[in-house]
């Protein structure tokens, strides 16, 4: 048991589809991210928020949009996915503000799209 | 770009062996390492982290040593089990608050009994 929950675990989904994912952290973090995991290449940062407010967009198309209602929850929002956007979505915590924070990671959402 | 690399994509090792994972860096500023662990479907996991300010730390069968003057640092497994079993990444934080936590693309470390 992680203290980041992610839901689902797996979805699959077409390319007119629109679809959530959806962040949980238990840990009283107030900070939290959305990370793209791709066979074979680096973790890529895709959002950032620190206090809910996005501090951070590593030029993600907006096919994809963040959402952070409060410190604990963190959406993203998919809209006409392309098949290269196939990966495990990650979703992490931090405590912003302290030094040396390490992020905590959920298991993830493996996205196919078909 | 890239900020943090690691020096080979897959690690072999008899249960028991030792084993280390090197990673190098790229920003001299870099202040603070973490190593992480990450199992088949799962998430990374926090494994052991080092500020600039040491050169060695050690925690349950781990130690990570950093190299500030070749911008190096590994992680040594004692003794592996093959639980270790995993990909191992190396990460350093960079940007405004030390958000961006960059990763190099890890090593595949397999136990062979």
């Known amino acids: 048991e992680t203290g980041v929950t992610q839901t689902p675990r797996h979805l699959v989904m077409g390319m007119t589809n629109k679809k959530s994912l959806k962040c949980e952290q238990h840990l009283g973090h107030n900070a939290m991210y959305w990370y793209k995991q791709s066979a074979k290449k680096p973790l890529e940062l895709m959002f950032v928020?620190?206090?809910?407010?996005?501090?951070e967009n590593n030029s993600v198309p907006s096919r994809f949009s963040p959402e952070c209602p409060n410190s604990s929850h963190l959406f993203l929002h998919l809209h006409t996915l392309q098949p290269e956007d196939s990966a495990l979505y990650l979703c992490a915590s931090s405590q912003a503000g302290t030094e040396n924070s390490p992020l905590h990671f959920g298991n993830g959402t493996r996205l196919t799209v078909t | 770009g890239e900020s943090v690399g690691l020096h080979l994509p897959t690690l072999s090792v008899q249960e028991g062996d030792n084993s280390i994972i090197n990673c190098a860096y790229s920003?001299?500023?870099?202040?603070?390492f973490i190593w992480y662990k990450q199992e088949s479907g799962k998430g990374p996991q926090f494994i052991i982290d080092i500020r600039s300010n040491m050169d060695k730390r050690q925690g349950q069968r781990v130690t990570v040593l950093l190299n500030k003057t070749v911008k190096h640092l590994s992680l040594q497994i004692a003794a592996t089990q093959p639980g270790d079993s995993a990909v191992y990444f190396c990460a350093d934080p960079q940007g405004r608050n030390n958000n961006d936590m960059r990763f190099g693309a890890g090593t595949r470390l397999t136990v062979k009994p």
């Open positions: 928020y620190n206090f809910k407010e996005q501090t």
């Open positions: 920003n001299s500023a870099s202040d603070y």
